[in-house]
């Protein structure tokens, strides 16, 4: 009896013990995520990063500046000249509400940090809240030992941290947050069968919807998750109060936000859930029915209602079927479309073809972002069937989906990484568990206590892969090489590990597993290695590949280190130096960075909304000079700004994205077309290439007095010497090129004086060699 | 044929009967409140088709706010259902409280939406 209490509260205090621990590890995990994406800020300074981080730092300023009203309200016409955009209802506010709650709060208590400060460091305090929300997810399904290690490895999973780098101030960063404090929640309500948690998801699930598009994957993954767990007869009360409350307080939730609206009612993306929401409720009644009849009873029912329900069935389908395909697309739109359909958008719509993001991934680019994990995944996957739970099987259909669509667009994989975290995160925290308690079964003085749970073991094994990472991050890189060698037959460990284990647990419950010692012991350190190189890569990948803010550029030469600081010295020219209202035409990847920094407006920007604006500006970059000065001048531009990296070696230039604009303008306006500007199927730019690219806009504002820098024109990113050396303009003329050439602005030549009969002439012509409609109709304005 | 069958549906609706009968009196009232929250939005919906659903946010605020109270229902009466294993150690004063919250939240978000 007295053994039996000491025993007992010994428990207690173990576990007492194990939770004041894990609270520090969490805490520690939390820093850990926090301070390993202060490299952009160390290496470069704190600065905004990218372009969709700009518009949404200027929308940040706009929202703390007038307050929340006039922001729902906000016609914005910077952009998109002469159309104009409605921000309220055309961003997803999520983010920028955050950030401007977070600086208010700060502010009010009289911390006072600038807007800009608030933005550069809203992602990786998401991070630390995203690795906690990791824990709680993986906790559910498999344990506290489990989600501590798959903590840890969201901290600094590399694909992450590219798009919540201290700077990166983009949707992504609180919405990988809340997507998984959804699924945590979605999944805490199946287990505990609680209308509070549905209530908390439902809540936590606008906050998603709030904060990106990408909540589209929740609301098909949990109706998918529930008609899994029908099929399988795994139907319980749970599953229904788990679903149904937030199909109903979701959708409403999600119509509440204006970029949504009705859109969460009436595009397929939605329909899925619906339709499970329908087949929930039959099988919830038949469940019902089922309890209360008797078996012979049921029976007859069935038949009844098998016989009467087919009929229904097929009306509903049907009308449901034509209502569906009624709209061209099906309803879908064309980001889904093209997630379904890998090929849809380069068939149908380039622009979305064109973003990089928007690309499949190649393979090395899935070692670059989850590293170790990748190998870990499968033996996760294999953990969890055993034995398989809701929760668990919601885990395995999360990383089956997210494989699917992360193969799909290479963004995507920033939704497949903390699946990969938390699969990893069981496979460790199993193979741990069974190889210390291996260990400790064979330890002569402590075989007594070898029966404690999992949790505090593989805490404490997270503990010391922390340890272990912190000397081998100071040793230089250079043992890396070495490692990858040693991951193959690490991972291998792992696999056989999980497999061991599976052949064990399937063998009985209570006994233990017993690993000779010393394998167990040589499997615990190859495992700890492996979470070191991990680490040593996460931290590689922070520092050097994933913190470049690319408005700032570096490059390492013999001669020591380079920086570009082109971008910023344009836009402050275009500030200082021309007026308020001059518009400013570029290619849409610079819209949101012009209006953002440089204050002016500007044709076209990354919100790609309107697709015959973006090939019209397209049109005239690919157009001859006088043709595209047409264009521009009816759009009123007055500077057109083009990026060169051919001096440099900047590789994302105008010239490499030409073909983009030539394609989307092609697409609008058929006298564009492709083949005119390859020779051969082949995009060159020297002596071989056609005379429409050596006549073209972009070509010429890209290589007017190029020629000049060193005699010959090489292009150092095209690696060739350019074919058109000695350019002309006649209707632009240069104004402003950047220190490193990487910004050239131009300005419009204003019409010449004098000459009704010289610009009739003009008119005439153009309108015959640019079957632009538009240039023509408006054209007549500025003179008459 | 039609006959027997005729002949099933009776006895099914007769055990039907019976079983329901024994159902505890707080359980049928529930079931009365799903039943008509259910009626209000089949009204609804009749009254969009045949008038049209301009308002749609309004329409749409009136039926999932009849299906969301009837869903809700529901899942309280899951709850309290004394027969349901799973919910033994959930007291029905916490079910009914978690209830509430959900209603308060749901009502919220309709008034927001109502326009």
């Known amino acids: ?784 | 044929m039609a006959r027997s069958t005729s002949r099933d549906a009776e006895a099914l609706f007769h055990s039907l009967r019976s079983a329901y009968v024994a159902t505890p009196s707080s359980l049928k009232i529930i079931d009365l409140y799903v039943g008509f929250a259910v009626f209000t939005a089949v009204i609804q919906v009749v009254y969009m088709a045949v008038v049209g659903s301009f308002p749609f946010n309004s329409f749409l605020s009136g039926v999932l706010s009849c299906v969301g109270t009837a869903v809700l229902a529901v899942c309280l009466r899951i709850q309290v259902n004394k027969e349901n294993k799973e919910f033994k150690d959930l007291p029905p004063e916490r079910a009914f409280a978690d209830f509430v919250l959900c209603n308060l939240v749901l009502h919220l978000v309709i008034m927001n939406f109502l326009g």
């Not at chain 1, 809540?203 to 998750?225: E, K, R």
């Not at chain 1, 052949?503 to 006994?511: A, G, L, P």
């Not at chain 1, 700032?552 to 910023?568: E, P, Q, Y």
């Not at chain 1, 300005?747 to 309108?767: Q, V």
């Open chain 1, 1 to 784: 009896m007295a053994a039996a209490a000491e025993t007992s509260s010994d428990r207690t205090l173990r576990s007492a013990f194990g939770s004041v621990l894990s609270f520090f590890i969490l805490l520690l995990i939390g820093v850990l995520a926090f301070s390993i994406r202060l490299f952009s800020v160390i290496k470069y300074e704190s600065v905004i990063h990218e372009f969709d981080p700009y518009f949404n730092y200027r929308v940040t300023q706009f929202l703390t500046k007038n307050g929340i009203y006039d922001f729902w309200n906000w016609f914005d016409d910077r952009t998109w000249y002469p159309l104009g955009r409605v921000i309220g209802g055309t961003v997803y506010p999520g983010l920028t509400l955050t950030a401007g709650t977070l600086w208010r709060i700060l502010n009010s208590l009289n911390i006072p940090l600038s807007v800009e400060t608030v933005c550069v460091f809203t992602a990786p305090i998401f991070s630390a809240f995203a690795s906690w929300a990791a824990y709680l997810l993986t906790k559910e399904v498999k344990g506290a030992g489990a989600g501590l290690t798959a903590a840890v490895l969201l901290a600094m999973v590399p694909s992450y941290i590219s798009r919540s780098v201290a700077g990166s101030y983009d949707n992504e960063a609180v919405a990988i947050f809340a997507l998984i404090i959804t699924f945590y929640l979605y999944i805490k309500t199946l287990n505990t069968g609680s209308l509070f948690y549905a209530t908390l998801n439902a809540i936590a699930y606008f906050y998603m919807v709030c904060s990106w598009g990408g909540y589209t994957f929740i609301i098909n993954l949990i109706p998918m998750h529930v008609l899994l767990c029908i099929v399988t007869g795994r139907y319980s009360s749970r599953l229904y109060i788990a679903y149904a409350p937030l199909v109903v307080l979701g959708t409403l939730l999600a119509s509440l936000v204006p970029v949504v609206g009705f859109n969460a009612v009436l595009t397929s993306e939605h329909f899925a859930s619906f339709l499970v929401f329908i087949i929930i409720h039959v099988v919830a009644l038949v469940y019902y029915i089922k309890g209360i009849l008797s078996a012979k009873m049921f029976k007859v029912a069935v038949t009844l209602v098998v016989s009467i329900g087919l009929v229904v069935c097929c009306a509903v389908i049907a009308v449901l079927i034509a209502l569906v395909a009624s709209s061209p697309t099906m309803g879908w739109s064309g980001r889904s479309l093209s997630l379904l359909d890998p090929t849809y958008a380069s068939k149908y719509i380039p622009i979305i073809a064109s973003v990089s993001e928007h690309q499949p991934p190649t393979w090395p680019s899935y070692f670059m972002d989850i590293n170790v994990l990748a190998f870990l995944v499968p033996a996760g996957i294999i953990a969890c069937f055993l034995p398989l739970s809701d929760a668990s099987s919601f885990a395995v259909l999360y990383i089956v989906t997210s494989v699917y669509f992360s193969g799909v667009m290479v963004r995507l994989m920033l939704v497949f990484a903390p699946a990969a975290c938390i699969m990893s995160g069981i496979a460790l925290s199993q193979a741990f568990d069974v190889f210390t308690r291996s260990i400790k079964f064979q330890l002569p003085g402590i075989s007594g206590k070898s029966d404690f749970d999992g949790g505090d073991t593989s805490s404490s094994s997270v503990v010391a892969e922390n340890d272990a990472a912190k000397p081998d991050k100071s040793e230089e890189t250079l043992k890396e090489r070495p490692s990858r060698k040693n991951k193959k037959k690490e991972k291998e460990q792992v696999e056989k590990a999980s497999v061991e284990k599976t052949s064990t647990k399937s063998k009985k419950e209570k006994r233990l597993l017993v690993l000779p010692l010393e394998a167990s012991v040589i499997a615990l350190l190859l495992l700890v290695f492996l979470g070191s190189f991990y680490v040593v890569h996460c931290v590689w990948a922070a520092a050097e590949a994933y913190s470049a803010p690319s408005i700032v550029l570096t490059s390492h030469s013999h001669d020591g280190l380079h920086v570009f600081d082109d971008f910023r010295e344009a836009y402050a020219w275009l500030r200082h130096n021309t007026e308020v209202d001059d518009k400013v035409a570029s290619w849409w990847d610079y819209g949101y960075q012009t209006t953002a920094m440089a204050n002016r407006t500007v044709i076209v920007d990354n919100n790609t909304w309107n697709n015959t604006h973006i090939a019209t500006v397209g049109t005239a970059m690919s157009s001859p000079e006088k043709a595209a000065w047409e264009i521009f001048n009816s759009l009123d531009v007055k500077y057109v700004l083009v990026v060169f990296g051919g001096l440099v070696g900047y590789p994302s230039d105008d010239i490499n994205k030409f073909l983009w604009m030539v394609r989307i303008g092609g697409g609008v306006f058929p006298h564009i077309k492709e083949p005119d500007y390859l020779r051969d199927g082949q995009y060159r730019i020297d002596s071989q290439a056609t005379p429409t690219m050596l006549n073209c806009l972009m070509y010429k504002l890209s290589y007017y007095r190029f020629v000049d820098v060193d005699g010959k024109g090489f292009d150092r990113v095209r690696r060739t010497e350019i074919g058109k050396k000695y350019i002309k303009l006649t209707h632009f003329e240069e104004v402003f090129t950047t220190h490193h050439w990487m910004v050239r602005i131009y300005k419009l030549k204003p019409p010449r004086n004098r000459i009704r009969g010289k610009t009739k002439k003009s008119k005439t012509k153009t309108s015959a060699t640019s079957s632009s409609r538009k240039s023509v109709a408006r054209k007549k304005n500025p003179w008459h």
